[in-house]
């Protein structure tokens, strides 16, 4: 039997598969506590310029001497701003170490994602969790600013990493019809995770503290040890069959299935372990280099807006708190709403006209009167919306637009342009300190181009999927099939680093 027939033996979706499900999918909110974290533990709290004897609150202006030091007693919270005087001149080495730690999760989406493929998620997944764990406790009592950045860059690779295989273990273990499921799950607790860690930053002010309860879930990567199974998928992939079924009886037991043996087909195993296919191949006819650069793009601006969007929240008028939980928690609707939307006016549509929507609200903001303080507000956490459902869109558009053979590799390569994204808004946000709006001009303008771009990308609703590069450009790829079809095969995406083929 073929793999998708041995999981309908032991249970597409039985005991074993809600236990993993649920124990990776609740440290996604962890994961959102990591990649939030700079936005209350890099704060920037109330201070005043001491010079000799003279105390002015905040930054000196232009014409006047820079501060003898700078005197933070009073204010509600501490950060690392007030621990090391990231403050005044020295304000963007707060941002840059949002910075830095987006650039570790991006090498660790690279290294993981390759040592995932290579070696199993299994082991990964319990190592990386821990080592997140280490290294965010080792920052907690890092001695300088430099030393603070290094441990935070090697917190996010481990994060990097572990964000990877925490989606494709559940979405490996369960049935095709289920990893839609799976994908919904994972992203909604990962923005209860956003509203979460702004409740956590209310009521625990000091910024050591809140890095240390950050940093202890990651210890369930001892739970891990024992419950994970190799994904069978994995190992059918590597050739080792016997391996694969073993995994599979071991999740029929947990299932308390009926089955009594597996015997998986052996035939073009050893084609399907030695298949090659190539990055360039995204790029080898007119039509994958256009979806492929579009693709690039429109991720990177994704990316790029909602981190952006997310770590504003906390600099706009109103409670920093509330705003930050409220741009986590409005994600939930949007990713609802989003699935329905897919499904009756398409993927191309939905993606267009989400970003074109983030976009102009984004821009709305600039031109807002200044005299009503909640408008910024609420254009920003619209602006979120759109911009959330267009990642929730992106996913399953580009596993359906690009062919069997190239996709998880094409799918890793849009990632890494997201996570560049990731790298560049805390930058554009120290932009928008010094020239006021110019953060949300950048946001705007770059997320209604995208939208703009996205019109050019093929709609993928209700038409097969490709298997080859050659049927890319096929005419055959605009007949439409049968809606159960497409439901099989909208619930069949796959992580960028699922390798099945």
Known sequence: MDIEDAFRQVGE???????????MAIPQAFVAWHHLHNVFVGAEPQFYCIRGTERTKGCPKTDQPACDRYDFTGTDFTSVASEWNLVCSESYKSDMIQSVYMAGLLFGNLIGGYIADQYGRRHISYVSILLITVFSLIAVDASSYSHYLVWRFLAGGFTGAYGLVS?????????????????????IVYALGIGSFALLAYFIRDWKQLSVLTALPGLIGIYYYRILPESPRWLLTQGRIEEAEHALMYIATANSSSVQTIRLQRSNVHQAKTKQSRLLDMV???????ITLNNLYTWFVNSMVFYGLTMKAGDLNGDRYLNVALAGVIEIPADIVTLHMMDIYGRRFTYSWSMLFGGIFCVGIIIAPESISTIPIVLALLGKVGISMAMCVSWMH????????IRNKALSVCNTS???GGVISPMVLTLGR????????????????GGVLSRRLPETLNRPMPETVEDVSLPE???IIDLSQSKLMAGSFKNPHEDLE
Do not use: C
């Open 284 to 290: 080898q006819n007119s039509t994958l280099r256009s």
């Open 418 to 420: 997201s996570r560049l």
């Open 167 to 187: 989606f494709t273990i559940p979405t490996e273990l369960v049935g095709a019809k289920q990893r839609g499921f799976v994908n919904v799950i994972m992203t």
């Open 477 to 479: 790829r605009t007949r």
């Open 434 to 449: 010094i020239h006021p709006n110019m953060d949300f001009a950048i946001f705007g303008l770059m997320a209604f181009f």
């Open 13 to 23: 979706y039985g005991p074993l598969q809600r236990r993993v499900l649920w124990t």
């Open 398 to 405: 580009a596993a359906e637009m690009y062919p069997t053979n």
